[in-house]
């Protein structure tokens, strides 16, 4: 059976950057950071400026210029990707792990599953994932500062 999907929603190439979206910026092979994308929003780092007001519209995937004329990519949101650029204080699962789990435990679309101890999010993005688009993931964690950025 194939869900239906909004492709409006969808992770995908062909979905087109905006305002207030969560964008992956890939500058090297071992350098990889979240952004959150604002009109008026400038990227700075070693390769120069690169401002938000150019990523908006175009899709993910894209390759930007800094003012230096370096650049970098901007990448969807994964689970993938967002295990490896999120900080974490707490010990995470990794995409083996994950991948395992979610198998182990047969985690499907309309699954109802209950993650205790949310931490970094690192796998609750991919339950939500593995569940969507009819299920849900509960998750809580009693510590409110981490609650709060995996929000």
């Known amino acids: 059976m194939i869900l239906p999907i909004d492709p409006a929603n ?4 062909k979905r087109f950057i905006k305002d207030g979206d969560l964008v ?20 700075q780092n070693r390769f120069g400026a690169f401002k938000h007001s150019e990523w908006i519209g175009k899709p993910f ?24 650029v999120l900080s974490h204080r707490t010990q995470i699962l ?10 182990y435990l047969e985690i499907v679309p309309g699954c109802l ?9 690192s796998l609750t993005t991919s339950l939500a994932r593995a569940v ?3 299920g849900h993931v ?10 709060a950025s995996a929000r």
């Open 10 to 13: 969808k992770l995908s190439f």
């Open 24 to 43: 992956i910026v890939y500058e090297r092979h071992d350098t990889m950071k979240a952004v959150k994308v604002s009109e008026d929003g400038v990227l």
């Open 61 to 84: 995937g894209s390759k930007v210029l800094s003012n230096k004329g370096a650049f970098v990519y901007l990448l969807a949101p994964t689970p993938e990707l967002w295990t490896l």
């Open 94 to 103: 990794y995409i083996a792990d994950i991948s395992f789990v979610v198998m």
């Open 113 to 121: 599953v209950l993650e205790s101890g949310t931490g970094s999010g």
């Open 132 to 134: 969507a688009s009819t």
């Open 138 to 147: 509960y998750t809580f964690d009693f510590h409110e500062q981490r609650a």
